[in-house]
Antibody, heavy 123, light 108 residues
Framework: QLQLQESGPGLVKPSETLSLTCTVSGVSIISTSYNWGWIRQPPGKGLEWMGSISYSGSTDYNPSLKSRLTISVDTSKNQFSLKLTSVTAADTTVYYCARHYRRFGELYYFDYWGQGALVTVSS | DIQMTQSPSTLSASVGDRVTITCRASQSVSSWLAWYQQKPGKAPELLIH???SLESGVPSRFSGSGSGTEFSLTISSLQPDDFATYYCQQYKSYSGNTFGQGTKLEIK
């Protein structure tokens, strides 16, 4: 059964870099039908797609985050990761990793999600 | 960027009611729209994709319709497990892959 699990520090200081890893189990991350994405959700608010990556390392980023965001993949560990630089209190949210259905080179919907990881930005 | 607007923001209903949630896009997204259900403290779950295609395992009381800029999610007969927040997501433009702001379905 496909499962995704986020891991990483729950507390990050302002101006530092937020790093999270998503471990995928039950299926290989190597797939031409799926990318692997990050979505975030401030407490009590809506969802924001951050970016997605293919198993080969090709990335698509939300333009609003592109300057601060790097997503990478490690197929040997069946993992993908997120790094967000220069964080502020506005980056305090729940971060979800998810499988992003892909077809004809376009990114579609998210069909499996991790449980989410709350990251707080505070000194 | 394509903006998605859901209405209402909050909906109060009773078990057994038929309810409809609307999602409007700022420009046409054809049928490239998905609906998700999110319960408190949980990740969203995919209900519907391509505007009206029910995801495997989702009860048939859920249905989606629409195309272009106006879409709806209908629950034919509300069950206790359906009280949650619902989000639409457009995926015509992956540079946004934008979500609506959510509709909270509450027990009346």
């Amino acid at each position: 059964q496909l499962q995704l699990q986020e891991s990483g520090p729950g507390l990050v200081k302002p101006s530092e870099t937020l790093s999270l890893t998503c471990t995928v189990s039950g299926v290989s991350i190597i797939s031409t039908s799926y990318n692997w994405g990050w979505i975030r959700q401030p407490p009590g608010k809506g969802l924001e797609w951050m970016g997605s990556i293919s198993y080969s390392g090709s990335t698509d980023y939300n333009p609003s985050l592109k300057s601060r965001l790097t997503i990478s993949v490690d197929t040997s560990k069946n993992q993908f990761s997120l790094k967000l630089t220069s964080v502020t209190a506005a980056d305090t949210t729940v971060y979800y990793c998810a499988r992003h259905y892909r077809r004809f080179g376009e990114l579609y919907y998210f069909d499996y999600w991790g449980q989410g990881a709350l990251v707080t930005v505070s000194s | 960027d394509i903006q998605m607007t859901q209405s209402p923001s909050t909906l109060s209903a009773s078990v057994g009611d038929r309810v409809t949630i609307t999602c409007r896009a700022s420009q046409s997204v054809s049928s490239w729209l998905a609906w998700y259900q999110q319960k408190p403290g949980k990740a969203p779950e995919l209900l519907i994709h391509k505007a009206s295609s029910l995801e495997s395992g989702v009860p048939s009381r859920f249905s989606g319709s629409g195309s272009g800029t106006e879409f709806s999610l209908t629950i034919s007969s509300l069950q206790p497990d359906d009280f949650a927040t619902y989000y639409c997501q457009q995926y015509k433009s992956y540079s946004g892959n934008t979500f609506g702001q959510g509709t909270k379905l509450e027990i009346k």
